[in-house]
């Protein structure tokens, strides 16, 4: 059975050129230093979405191994992170399937105790 995570953002004006610009540099950023390449990171679907005041929408299917979960999940959340902070103004929603992600201002995207050293190593993360 596998997990992923979804990201979406709706506002009602489309992104201006600047906004496409700086989602396609983070998007090739993030994809250049995601840490596995036989693991699926972040995903943006291709134009319209499914409605028309959506204006960026992606999912990353989660990798089965549990020591690759967690870095898969931090390194995509950061992606989304990223985009949500170069997207000012628009309505954001991120769930792994049916668990919302909190929204830290200051941090950005992640579960509670996602960054805790000790999980990661129970995990066999790095």
Request: glycine share 10%; aromatic share 8%.
């Amino acid at each position: 059975m596998s997990v992923s995570l979804y990201y979406r953002a709706r506002r009602a004006m489309p992104l201006t050129d600047a906004e496409t610009a700086a989602v396609e540099r983070v998007a090739a950023a993030r994809t250049a230093s995601f840490p596995y390449q036989d693991e699926e990171g972040l995903y943006l679907y291709d134009g319209d979405a499914g409605r028309p005041d959506e204006v960026v929408a992606g999912s990353t299917k989660l990798p089965l191994d549990p020591g690759r979960v967690l870095p898969v999940l931090d390194h995509v959340l950061g992606s989304v992170t990223e985009l949500r902070r170069a997207l000012p103004g628009a309505e954001w929603h991120v769930h792994m399937d049916d668990l919302d992600v909190p929204w830290d201002g200051t941090d950005g995207y992640a579960f509670p105790g996602m960054h805790d050293a000790d999980l990661a190593a129970e995990l066999g993360g790095h």
